[in-house]
T-cell receptor
Framework: GENVEQHPSTLSVQEGDSAVIKCTYSDSASNYFPWYKQELGKRPQLIID?????GEKKDQRIAVTLNKTAKHFSLHITETQPEDSAVYFCAASIRPQLSGGYNKLIFGAGTRLAVHP | GAVVSQHPSWVICKSGTSVKIECRSLDFQATTMFWYRQFPKQSLMLMAT?????????EQGVEKDKFLINHASLTLSTLTVTSAHPEDSSFYICSAVYRVRTDTQYFGPGTRLTVL
C-alpha cells in the first residue's frame, strides 16, 4: 500500500542552525505535500505545503523542496529558534477510492526536533 | 478563518460504554471531514473519511460498527466509539478541508479518550 517514510526520527540542533527533514512517498499519483508542526498534546498545525507542479516553496524561515522523479520532499528550517521545538510530520495525498472526493493524507512517522539555546 | 473545534477535549469512561466526540467547523462549511487516531509518540493514522449526507469511508482494519461516524450537517461530524475497551484509549483528532477543490486539511484540537 501507499506509505510515507520520514527521516530522521529525532533531530537536535543548536539555536541558529538549520534543520532538514526528509520524506519519501510511494504513490506516483500524489500531488499535494503538506508539513505539519505538532506540539505536545496539541493539534497539528499546517506550516507549509507544496503541490506537484512546483519544485520549491519558501515562507520566511521555512522552505520545502520537491523532487517528483525521486519521489521525495524535504523541509528546511533556517535560523532555528527554541520555539521551533516540536514534532514535525510530512504527508502525501492519496486519491480517494470514490471519484469526486477529496484526497486523503498519509502521514510520515514524525520527526522530533529539539532546538537548544 | 479555518477554525475546527472538538468536544470534549478529554473524556474518561468505563469499559463497555460508548463515547461520542463532536467535530465542528466554526467559520466554514466542510463537506468532508477526516477522523484520525494518534497513539503516544506515534503518527496520525487515518480512520475514516466523513462525507456530509452520505456514509463514511473507513480505512482498512477500522471496524465501522465500532467507530460510528455521522456527518449530518456541513459543519458537524460525530465519532462514536461503541463498547469502548482500554485499547481504544487514544488521542482522536478530526480535520476538515477548508476550501472547495483544495486538499488543505485543518485540524481540531483533539480529544483524549481514556477507557478504564
Amino acid at each position: 500500500g501507499e506509505n510515507v517514510e520520514q527521516h530522521p526520527s529525532t533531530l537536535s540542533v543548536q539555536e541558529g542552525d538549520s534543520a532538514v527533514i526528509k520524506c519519501t512517498y510511494s504513490d506516483s499519483a500524489s500531488n499535494y505535500f503538506p508539513w505539519y508542526k505538532q506540539e505536545l498534546g496539541k493539534r497539528p498545525q499546517l506550516i507549509i505545503d507544496i503541490r506537484s507542479n512546483v519544485g520549491e516553496k519558501k515562507d520566511q524561515r521555512i522552505a520545502v523542496t520537491l523532487n517528483k522523479t525521486a519521489k521525495h520532499f524535504s523541509l528546511h528550517i533556517t535560523e532555528t529558534q527554541p520555539e521551533d521545538s516540536a514534532v514535525y510530520f510530512c504527508a502525501a495525498s492519496i486519491r480517494p477510492q470514490l471519484s469526486g472526493g477529496y484526497n486523503k493524507l498519509i502521514f510520515g512517522a514524525g520527526t522530533r526536533l529539539a532546538v537548544h539555546p | 478563518g479555518a477554525v475546527v473545534s472538538q468536544h470534549p477535549s478529554w473524556v474518561i469512561c468505563k469499559s463497555g460504554t460508548s463515547v461520542k466526540i463532536e467535530c465542528r467547523s466554526l467559520d466554514f462549511q466542510a463537506t468532508t471531514m477526516f477522523w484520525y487516531r494518534q497513539f503516544p509518540k506515534q503518527s496520525l493514522m487515518l480512520m475514516a473519511t466523513s462525507n456530509e449526507g452520505s456514509k463514511a469511508t473507513y480505512e482498512q482494519g477500522v471496524e465501522k460498527d465500532k467507530f460510528l461516524i455521522n456527518h449530518a450537517s456541513l459543519t458537524l461530524s460525530t465519532l462514536t466509539v461503541t463498547s469502548a475497551h482500554p485499547e481504544d484509549s487514544s488521542f482522536y483528532i478530526c480535520s476538515a478541508v477548508y476550501r472547495v477543490r483544495t486538499d488543505t486539511q485543518y485540524f481540531g484540537p483533539g480529544t483524549r479518550l481514556t477507557v478504564l
